[in-house]
C-alpha cells in the first residue's frame, strides 16, 4: 500500500520505517528539516535498537522517503498522523496544535476514499472533531493508537500484542487489515471499536500502567517506615496471575514522554467532561511518583551525613529509561538537576543521553565514561537501569570512588553482595 506518516519523531519515524520494510511505500513528512535530513540519509535522529538497520534497508530498497513537504502525501491512500501531543505549558492537559496542524496542512491534499489514520494520543473526542473536517474531502478517518515502548519500539510496531482500530466503517476496517496485514497473519487481536473507545483504550492503559507502578512505589513507602522488602513484597504478590509481576519495580518512578503527561491529560479532560473524580486518584499516583525523587534525594543526603552540598555525587544514568537517550520528563535528570541545585558537586554520565541532557541542562557536569564518573565520588546514585549499572561489580567499583556510598534507585543491585564489599547501600523501600 501506499501511505504517508505525518510527524517522524519516535513514533512516527520507527511507523515509517515498520511499515516499509513489511513491504509498503511510504513517505515520512515532518516539519523539522534537520530531522528529515538525517531520516533521508539512513540515520535514526534518535536513539532506538534496530531503527538504523531498517532506514538504511529501505533506504536502499526505495520504499522509504522522507519530506518536509506535506503536499507529497498527495496520491497515497492512507495518511499516518503520528505528531506528538505534549503537555500544555498552562496546564495539565495535552496541546493539540501539532495534531490539529497536520489534519489542517493535510485536507487540501486529501482524495476521496483516503483513509487518514490517527495513531497520536489524544484526549477522548478529538477524533470525533477532526472527522468533521476530514470527511466533507471525501476520505475517512480512524482511529488506530500505538502502544509502542521505547527500546523496543521496532518489535512493537511490527509484532503489536493488539491492534485497535475506531472507525465508522467496515472499509475503513478492511484497509487496516491490509496495512497490517502481517500481525492479523500472526493472529494478533484485533479490536475494532468507536472514536472515543479507541482513544480511551489508549489513555487508560498508560493510566493503568502508571498506577501500577506507584502503587509498588506507594507499598515502598510503607516499607521504609516498617523494615519490609519492597522488592519481596512485589515478587510474592506477583505470583498471582491475577496481579502479575511486571510493572512492579519500585524505585524513583516513572517518566518519559507518555505515562507522566498522559495522566495529567487524562485529568484534565475528565475534569473538562465533569467526570474529575473518576480518575481523582491519578493525581495521587503523580504525587507519589514525583516524592520518589524526593527520596532519592533525601536518601543521597542522609548518608552524607545531612547534607550533599560540596559533596562529589556521581549520577549513573540520565535517561528515563534503559535502551534510550529520551529524557524527557526523566527521573534521573531530575534527580542530578536538583542535587546539583543544593550544591552538591554532580557528576552524571549515561550510555547515551548525555548529548540530550547536555542540551537541556549545561549547568552539569557530564563524565565521558562509567570510570569517569565513578572517580573519587562521595556517593553513587544508580538512577536509569542500564545493564552497565545494573552488571557493576561492588569490589572494583569501590576502588573507583573516594566514599563507598550506593543509592540504588532502581533496586537493581544486589545488597547482600554490595554491603559485603564494604558498601553502605541504600534501595527504595527495601531494609
Ligand atoms: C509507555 C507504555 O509502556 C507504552 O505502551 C506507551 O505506548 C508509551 O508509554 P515508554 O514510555 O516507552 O512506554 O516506557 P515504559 O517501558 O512503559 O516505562 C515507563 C516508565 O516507567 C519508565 O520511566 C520506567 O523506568 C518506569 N517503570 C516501569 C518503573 O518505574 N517500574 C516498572 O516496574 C516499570
Known amino acids: 500500500m501506499k501511505m504517508s506518516v505525518i510527524g517522524c519523531g519516535y513514533l512516527g519515524a520507527v511507523h515509517a520505517a515498520a511499515m516499509a520494510s513489511l513491504g509498503h511505500e511510504v513517505v515520512g513528512i515532518d516539519v523539522d528539516p534537520a530531522k528529515i535530513e538525517a531520516l533521508a ?22 520504499q522509504l522517503r522522507f519530506s518536509t513537504d506535506v503536499a507529497d502525501a498527495k496520491g497515497f491512500a492512507v495518511h499516518f498522523i503520528g505528531v506528538g501531543t505534549p503537555q500544555r505549558r498552562d496546564g495539565g492537559g495535552a496541546d493539540l496544535t501539532y495534531v490539529d496542524a497536520a489534519v489542517r496542512d493535510l485536507l487540501p491534499h486529501l482524495s476521496p476514499g483516503d483513509l487518514v489514520v490517527g495513531k497520536s494520543t489524544v484526549p477522548v473526542g478529538t477524533a470525533e472533531r477532526l472527522a468533521e473536517l476530514i470527511e466533507p474531502t471525501g476520505a475517512e478517518l480512524a482511529w488506530n493508537p500505538e502502544f509502542l515502548r521505547e527500546g523496543f519500539a521496532v518489535k512493537d510496531t511490527i509484532e503489536p500484542d493488539r491492534l485497535v482500530y475506531g472507525v465508522r466503517s467496515q472499509r475503513a476496517v478492511d484497509i487496516l487489515d491490509e496495512v497490517y496485514a502481517q500481525a492479523m497473519s500472526l493472529d494478533t487481536p484485533r479490536i475494532v471499536t468507536d472514536y472515543a473507545t479507541a482513544e480511551l483504550v489508549k489513555t487508560a492503559a498508560n493510566a493503568f500502567l502508571a498506577t501500577k507502578i506507584s502503587f509498588i512505589n506507594a507499598m515502598a513507602e510503607i516499607a521504609e517506615v516498617t523494615g519490609a522488602d519492597v522488592t519481596q513484597l ?3 504478590i506477583g505470583h498471582d496471575v491475577r496481579i502479575g509481576r511486571k510493572f512492579l519495580n519500585a524505585g524513583v518512578g516513572f517518566g518519559g514522554g507518555c505515562l507522566p503527561k498522559d495522566i495529567r491529560a487524562f485529568s484534565a479532560r475528565a475534569e473538562e467532561l465533569g467526570r474529575g473524580e473518576s480518575v481523582a486518584f491519578l493525581k495521587e499516583v503523580d504525587a507519589i511518583n514525583l516524592r ?10 542522609e548518608t552524607l551525613g545531612g547534607s550533599a552540598y560540596l559533596k562529589r555525587v556521581a549520577v549513573l544514568g540520565l535517561a528515563f529509561k534503559p535502551d534510550s537517550d529520551d529524557i524527557r520528563d526523566s527521573p534521573a ?18 550510555p547515551e543521553a548525555v548529548p540530550n541532557a547536555g542540551k537541556a541542562h549545561p549547568q552539569l557536569e557530564f563524565a565521558d565514561n562509567l570510570e569517569d564518573v565513578l572517580r573519587g565520588a562521595e556517593a553513587v546514585v544508580l538512577a536509569t537501569e542500564w545493564k552497565h549499572f545494573r552488571e557493576l561489580d561492588p569490589v572494583a567499583t569501590k576502588e573507583a570512588v573516594a566514599t563507598p556510598i550506593i543509592v540504588d534507585g532502581r533496586n537493581v543491585l544486589d545488597p547482600v553482595a554490595w554491603r559485603e564489599a564494604g558498601w553502605t547501600y541504600r534501595g527504595l523501600g527495601r531494609p
Open 292 to 301: 520518589r525523587r524526593q527520596r532519592v534525594i533525601d536518601l543521597v543526603k
Open 234 to 236: 512485589a515478587d510474592a
Open 333 to 350: 535528570l531530575d534527580v542530578a538537576v536538583q542535587l546539583h541545585g543544593l550544591g552538591a558537586d554532580v557528576i552524571a554520565w549515561d
Open 41 to 62: 540519509a539512513g540515520q535514526a535522529p534518535f536513539f532506538e535498537p534496530g531503527l538504523p538497520e531498517l532506514l538504511t534497508e529501505n533506504h536502499d530498497t526505495g
